[in-house]
């Protein structure tokens, strides 16, 4: 079982950076992929990025170059820097830990609760 809570989420002008993050508990050794998902109105949630254990990265075409993942493993948590934020950007972003199946178990899915962030033009 895991736990996530995120963090960081606020007002912020277009043009200024912000940092999310994401700190997880419970069995945290067995989390293979870690990501942030966001969510608009109307809208259905998307993939923003995400970074395996294996410390490969994915990133959404719209963020890319604006926006970083990174994991910090001496905390079990992992950040979403977001830099030259646009209007865009408004969302609910939701922290996301993936582990994969085996044969004795289905894969799994956590998410946190959510936190806002709100770009003003």
């Known amino acids: 079982q895991v736990q996530l809570v995120e963090s960081g989420g606020g007002l912020v002008q277009a043009g200024r950076s912000l940092r999310l993050s994401c700190a997880a508990s419970g069995s945290t050794s067995s989390i293979d992929d870690m990501g942030w998902y966001r969510q608009s109105p109307g809208k259905q949630r998307e993939l923003v990025a995400s970074?395996?254990?294996?410390?490969?990265?994915n990133y959404a075409d719209s963020v890319k170059g604006r926006i970083t993942i990174a994991r910090d493993n001496t905390r079990n948590a992992w950040n979403l820097q977001m830099n030259s934020l646009k209007s865009e950007d408004t969302a609910v972003y939701y922290c996301h830990a993936r582990m994969d199946s085996a044969w004795w178990s289905a894969r799994r899915d956590y998410w946190g609760q959510g936190t806002q962030v709100t770009v003003s033009s």
């Open positions: 970074i395996s254990r294996g410390d490969t990265t």
